[in-house]
């Protein structure tokens, strides 16, 4: 389905849009600096000598730290506004990118991870609540490809380019000019932090104490624990993000520089095909008009595909042909990971309590999240046993008995499918938390 110009139009003239896409933004960059690990630690693994059990568990600190905060940030958003906990974010990764500008070790990377993680913690969110309050429910699919089309070009900037970057200025000037990035949008955020809707609609209730937002955290928890249509969503929200992110943030240029003996530029190129594809899934679902009837049909039909997807990419790194065969691949991976993302969030959207939403959606995050640590870690332990011949280096072997454990992980969670029933998606009647 398609939309008129006319249409467009009215929907990017919103008074909220301008802010929504600054939220966006900050978005971009959660991605750019989740992804940079698959091109930073594997460099500094191997001039390290680090194993792969030990990339992976530095990758995973990132997640820990996003993974605490998001149950957190999502009450913060609903209590105070995204725009202010979202500024507080993107100073914290100024910070964390000039750790990289000082000597690095694993501890340096380590806490760089770290930094990020609680930086960018709130900002995925931020979008999410921003976007459910501010435009109509019926319309969610098209704010929602803008956000993850345009989100997901941080994952196509943090590979290739990226790389060219450190090949061209070296680790420590790329990432001290990349500490200003965050910093300009902070200041354009605090001057458009007056408009925030949310903090508005929050003037004038009732003060309450910071440590008020853990019986919330809680509550969402308990919520998403009781209602089996949220805990179906929750496992296919969890287990497509972790794989993902298994892939696009950590092992994707390894595997395939090994996988295809491809030289590191060709292998950063065509896995990031991946973020390309995650780019335009979401696009071919802007013109759908949401309803809670038809969404559980939706969320089948692309999640089978989505898992479908992996097994390709196996067997295309698994037969080592050509490596744009494995890009392809990687680029269905990618498209059919931003569909089922877009539907899953709309859903989610459609049975959280409405001002509860942004409690519910951190505390579902937090789990896919922590799924992601899993599923890097694991990997990295299954890819340990399958060293190159330099340290630091692994085979194509290793890679693809780690990837195999993704995909019949995928296969796995469509198992959830039919707790996730036909019925039309509807509130649940109890609340998610009082923060």
């Known amino acids: 389905m398609s939309l008129s ?5 009215g929907l990017v003239s919103d008074s909220s ?5 600054l939220l966006v933004g900050s978005f971009f960059l959660t991605v750019f600096f989740r992804i940079s690990a698959s091109v930073v630690l594997p460099l500094e693994g191997e001039r390290l000598g680090m194993s792969a059990a030990m990339i992976g568990f530095i990758s995973s600190v990132h997640f820990y730290a996003y993974a605490f905060l998001q149950p957190v940030s999502g009450i913060l958003h609903d209590r105070y506004g995204p725009v202010r906990v979202v500024i507080s974010g993107l100073l914290l990764t100024a910070g964390s990118c000039l750790l990289l500008t000082f000597v690095r070790t694993p501890f340096t990377l380590g806490a760089w991870r770290l930094l990020s993680g609680f930086g960018v913690a709130p900002m995925y969110s931020a979008v999410l609540v921003f976007q459910a309050f501010a435009f109509p429910p019926e319309r969610y699919c098209f704010y929602a490809a ?43 955020l605090a001057r458009r932090a007056p408009a925030d809707p949310i903090r508005l609609s929050a003037a004038g209730k009732e003060a309450r104490s910071l440590f008020s937002i853990f019986p919330g955290i809680g509550q969402a ?23 993902l992110l298994t892939f696009q943030g950590l092992w994707g240029v390894s595997w395939f520089a090994a996988a295809f003996n491809a030289s590191p530029g060709s292998a950063r190129f065509w896995s990031s095909l991946v973020s390309v594809g995650m780019m335009l899934g979401p696009v071919f679902t802007s013109g759908v008009v949401v309803s809670p009837a038809g969404l559980p049909g939706i969320i089948r039909k692309v999640s089978a ?24 691949a990687a680029f269905t991976v990618g498209m059919t990971s ?3 993302g877009v539907f899953s969030l709309a859903a989610i959207t459609a049975v959280s309590p409405p001002g509860e939403r942004g409690a519910v959606f951190g505390a579902m995050n ?25 340290p630091g280096t692994f085979t194509a072997a290793g890679y693809f008995a780690g990837f195999t454990v993704v995909a019949v992980a ?7 499918l039919r707790p996730l029933g036909r019925e039309p998606l509807a509130p649940d009647t109890g609340e998610a938390g009082k923060n």
Do not use: C, Y
Request: glycine share 10%.
């Open 338 to 340: 931003g569909m089922r």
């Open 410 to 416: 995928m296969a796995a969670s469509l198992l959830a």
């Open 305 to 328: 595909a989505n898992a479908l997807s992996w097994f390709l990419l196996l067997a295309a790194a698994g037969w080592g042909g050509a490596v744009w065969v494995g890009g392809l």
């Open 17 to 21: 849009f301008p802010l929504f896409l």
């Open 146 to 188: 803008i956000n993850m089309g345009l989100s997901s070009l941080g994952a196509i900037v943090s590979v290739a380019p990226l790389g060219f970057a450190v090949d061209t200025f070296g680790m420590t000037g790329t990432f001290a000019l990349l500490s200003a990035i965050p910093l300009a949008m902070a200041l354009v």
């Open 221 to 243: 928890i308990l919520f998403i624990m009781k209602n089996r249509r949220v805990r179906a969503l929750q496992t296919l929200w969890a287990i497509s993000s972790a794989s």
């Open 366 to 390: 937090m789990t896919a999240v922590l799924s992601a640590v899993a599923f890097q870690w694991g990997t990295g332990i299954i890819i340990d046993h399958f060293p190159g011949e330099a």
């Open 5 to 9: 110009k006319s249409t467009v139009r």
